[in-house]
């Protein structure tokens, strides 16, 4: 992989309780802040139900297109936990008792356990356990999907244990403000956007009392781009109207 390539992530959320309102996702919300924080762009979340041949769809789609592809929800005793039949498919691949995890499964649940916490140690053939000092249990991850609970509690913790992994060139971003309309600063935009492709240009209308009207970003994983772009966009701008830059 291209280290000066921009790292790209999908996320997949599984569970027919947040498709019908039941519980609200949390854990899509903490990803974005954590993958923008690491330099990753997030290129795409989506929400399906319990089903494997769904999820395996999914699966397959992102990760062909994504560099990470995270999954939350569906791993667990239940006859909805899906979500490790779907990614063993997405694969084309079998399911299978893993050693590491069923002797990790059965020390920690002792004698008598039955099959229903057995199916913890489950996972798609050839699938990876990632081991950290901060996890009491080890993170599968299949390919580059990873697959993690949907309990936010946990999926948060266990993202947090594997976090650094991910790191890429972190985003460098500048923002100018200016009491200009966005209609009439929609030409320049697309100018700047043009000119300069490697930065992601945003405009954001401040409808609320204020000294500005609308505030534009720049973004990008090199600091140079973005240095040119926003002289550039600056050049452009009304100075009578800027408030001001950062």
């Keep these: 992989m291209d280290a000066m390539r921009e790292k790209t992530a999908a996320i997949i959320i599984i569970g027919n309780e947040i498709l019908t309102g039941k519980t609200a996702d949390e854990n899509a919300r903490y990803l974005i802040g954590e993958l923008h924080s690491l330099g990753v762009a997030l290129r795409r979340i989506v929400v399906i139900p319990d089903d494997a041949d769904e999820i395996a769809a999914t699966v397959r789609e992102c990760r062909a297109k994504y560099d990470f592809v995270f999954t939350s929800g569906g791993v667990g005793p239940t006859h909805d936990d899906v979500t490790i039949a779907g990614v063993a498919q997405a694969f084309d691949r079998p399911v299978m008792r893993h050693p590491e995890m069923a002797a990790i499964v059965s020390d920690y649940f002792g ?10 140690a489950d996972a798609p053939a050839g699938s990876e356990l990632i081991y950290a000092a901060t996890a009491r249990w080890p993170i599968l991850a299949t390919g580059n999907v990873y697959v993690l609970p949907g309990v936010p509690e946990i999926f948060r913790h266990k993202f947090a244990a594997i976090r650094e992994r991910f790191r890429a060139a972190p985003f460098h971003t500048a923002a100018v403000y200016t009491r200009e309309d966005e209609f009439d600063l929609a030409s320049r935009l697309r100018q700047v956007a043009a000119m300069h492709p490697a930065v992601a240009v945003g405009s954001y ?21 973005v240095a040119r772009a926003k002289s550039f966009l600056i050049a452009l701008l009304d100075p009578f109207l800027v408030v001001r830059s950062e």
């Design 205 to 225: 209308p401040n409808f609320e009392r204020g000294d500005y009207r609308v505030k534009i970003t720049i973004e990008a994983n090199e600091a140079e781009a």
């Design 111 to 120: 004698a008598g356990i039955d099959e229903s916490r057995m199916r913890l």
